[in-house]
């Protein structure tokens, strides 16, 4: 249970500096301040917070907390009690639970202008940046230094070897104006569980993609909802900065469920989520 | 805390003690999330931020007293609508929670 001082901050920073998912518990309050776990997916935890049947819970919920990407603080028993009724007459333990997931993605396709202004601005956002194209002479990292990788593919082989890896933390968009690659693009994000699906082109692109993704069977109400297309907020954005924006900002809406009108013309509190969780 | 490693690294090795404030909940308006991290050494230097610098100083008095052994690590709270508050507030009108501890785990 007990171990030398440090070690637990030296493996919470070799993992930290590794991007490899980990959460911290601290108790905050109650019985034990200071008690601590590293819990990874896939590693024996180390440390306790006093009692089995507490760190078993911790350990459930901390697993929880980094899968969501999200950090707060939890309210036990001393032994691991977090029912009402269990709770009464104990006193509250209060543990942090401060989770590091790893940077969420941003798959781009269409190595275009736009692609490189939206992957700055993704970069500034904290997404680990991916564009593709099959065509080599405009997939290239001297185009686009701000990516973390540049791939040489069609999209289906990449959604196919990695689709697996996006979840609803990570956004796909669509930049191609070309049937060629973007009904493929768009079947593949929707085989994944990529939490935001965005499509560039006009009125008039975007009502022939509706077609030409019917005629490949992608019709269902369910899987058109998925699909954010013409992409991006409708900021009057025009160069391919202010439209990195536009789609950033989309992107940021959707989470958190709001429909981006500005805050002078609105009321309610600035954070937090629409569906109360946050401040 | 991530940003913070590369100064406690050479704080540590320079053979300082570090204090470590971490935001653990907001309410209200609150200018930084939880998670949110700031290091201090026992020479009073400072790495990171807790809000938009309007609870650092008191952050750094409370944390020089842990490592001074004249406070035990706890829940230190910033903002207008706690009674106990401290006197420092957050313009923006929130509250902040911090949990101010030695880093020596």
Known sequence: MSQPAGTLYQRLRTLLRAEQPVALVTVVAGPGVGGKMLITPTDAPLGSLGHPELDRIAVRDALAELEAGRSGVRHYGPEGQTTPEDLVGTPTVSAFIESWAPPPQMWIFGAVDFTAALGKVAKVLGYRVTVCDAREIFATRRRFPMADEVVVSWPSPLFERRGHTLGQRDAVCILTHDPKFDVPAVQGALATGAGYIGVMGSRKTHAKRMERLAEVGVDQPEQLARLMSPIGLDLGARTPEETAISICAEIIARRTGRLAPSLRDSSGPIHGTLDGTGG | ?105
């Open chain 2, 1 to 105: 805390m991530k940003e913070l490693l590369d100064d406690i690294d050479r704080w540590q090795a320079a053979g300082s003690r570090v204090a470590i404030a971490r935001v653990v909940d907001i309410e209200g308006s609150g200018p930084r999330e939880p998670g949110a991290a700031m290091a201090v050494n026992d020479q009073g230097e400072v790495a990171g931020s807790v809000s938009g610098g309007c609870v650092e100083g008191a952050v750094v008095s409370e944390a020089l007293a842990i490592l001074a052994g004249e406070a035990e690590p706890r829940i230190v709270t910033f903002g207008y609508s706690d009674d106990e508050a401290f006197a420092v507030g957050l313009t923006c009108g929130g509250t902040i929670r911090l949990f101010i501890e030695p880093l020596d785990w």
